[in-house]
C-alpha cells in the first residue's frame, strides 16, 4: 500500500515568492495533519483536518501560511509571500480517527523547502 | 501551555551499551506514543501507551508509561547502529483529540 506522498520533496525558492506544497494521505485516513519540523523548534503542529474540515489551525503561523483539504485524498499547504524564515522540512502526516486519540500517525516523507 | 520536555537531548553510545530516554509532560496524558525518525528521514510510529504503569516490549526496546501518566521512557538495550536517529514522544493535548503534542526529542548516535 502506498504511504503518504507529498510533494515536491525539495523546493528552493526566492523570497517573495509563492510556494505550495501538496500532500496525499492514506486511503482510508480521515485525519490529516501538517507540519513543520526546525533545529530550533523542532516539530511543530501548524494545522490538522478531519473529514476535511479543518479543526485547529493554531499552530499556523500567521497569514501567510494556508491550508485546504477540498477532498478526501488531497491536501495543500501554501505559503505567500515565503520569507526565509519559512525554510524548514513541511511534514503532512494521516491517521484513522475513531474520535479519540488513539491513532498512530503515518508521516510522508518530508518536503524540504528552503527560502533564498 | 502544555509542553512534552525530554532528556537528554543527545546521547552517544558505543555499540553494545544500554540508551534511555525520559519524557515528560506537564499534564496529565490519556496515552503516550513513541516516534523514531531516522536522520534525513520521517517519524515513525513505534509504539504507544495507554494505561497507567504500563510496559510494552519490542525486541531490545522497553517502553513505560509512568504511574501518574505524565511521563514516559523508552530503553533500548545492547544498542546497535541501526538504532542511530532521534527518537520523541508524543500525548495527545487533550482528551477525544487526534492533536499530538510531540517532545523535544532525543538524539542517539550509537559508535560501532
Known amino acids: 500500500d502506498a504511504g503518504v506522498i507529498q510533494s515536491p520533496r525539495h523546493e528552493v525558492t526566492e523570497m517573495g515568492q509563492e510556494v505550495t506544497l501538496r500532500c496525499k494521505p492514506i486511503?482510508?485516513?480521515?485525519?490529516l495533519f501538517w507540519y513543520r519540523q526546525t533545529m530550533m523548534r523542532g516539530l511543530e503542529l501548524l494545522i490538522y483536518?478531519?473529514?476535511?474540515?479543518?479543526?485547529?489551525d493554531s499552530g499556523m503561523p500567521e497569514d501567510r501560511f494556508s491550508a485546504k483539504m477540498p477532498n478526501a485524498s488531497f491536501s495543500t499547504l501554501k505559503i505567500q509571500p515565503s520569507e526565509p524564515r519559512d525554510s524548514a522540512v513541511y511534514f503532512c502526516?494521516?491517521?484513522?480517527?475513531?474520535?479519540?486519540?488513539?491513532?498512530?500517525?503515518?508521516f510522508g516523507p518530508g518536503t524540504r523547502l528552503t527560502v533564498l | 501551555g502544555q509542553q512534552v520536555m525530554q532528556i537528554p537531548q543527545y546521547q552517544h553510545v558505543q555499540e553494545g551499551e544500554d540508551f534511555t530516554t525520559y519524557c515528560n509532560s506537564s499534564?496529565?496524558?490519556?496515552?503516550i506514543q513513541w516516534y523514531k525518525q531516522r536522520p534525513g528521514g520521517h517519524p515513525v510510529f513505534l509504539i504507544q501507551?495507554?494505561?497507567?504503569?504500563e510496559v510494552k516490549k519490542q525486541k531490545r526496546l522497553t517502553f513505560q508509561f509512568g504511574e501518574a501518566k505524565k511521563n514516559s521512557s523508552l530503553h533500548i538495550t545492547a544498542t546497535q547502529t541501526t538504532d542511530v536517529g532521534t527518537y520523541f514522544c508524543?500525548?495527545?493535548?487533550?482528551?477525544?483529540?487526534?492533536?499530538?503534542?510531540f517532545g523535544t526529542g532525543t538524539r542517539l548516535q550509537v559508535f560501532p
Open positions: 502526516a494521516s491517521s484513522r480517527s475513531s474520535g479519540v486519540s488513539y491513532n498512530e500517525q503515518f
Open positions: 486511503s482510508g485516513h480521515n485525519s
Open positions: 483536518f478531519n473529514n476535511n474540515v479543518p479543526i485547529d
Open positions: 499534564t496529565t496524558l490519556s496515552n
Open positions: 501507551l495507554v494505561k497507567s504503569g
Open positions: 508524543a500525548g495527545p493535548l487533550s482528551y477525544n483529540t487526534d492533536k499530538l503534542i
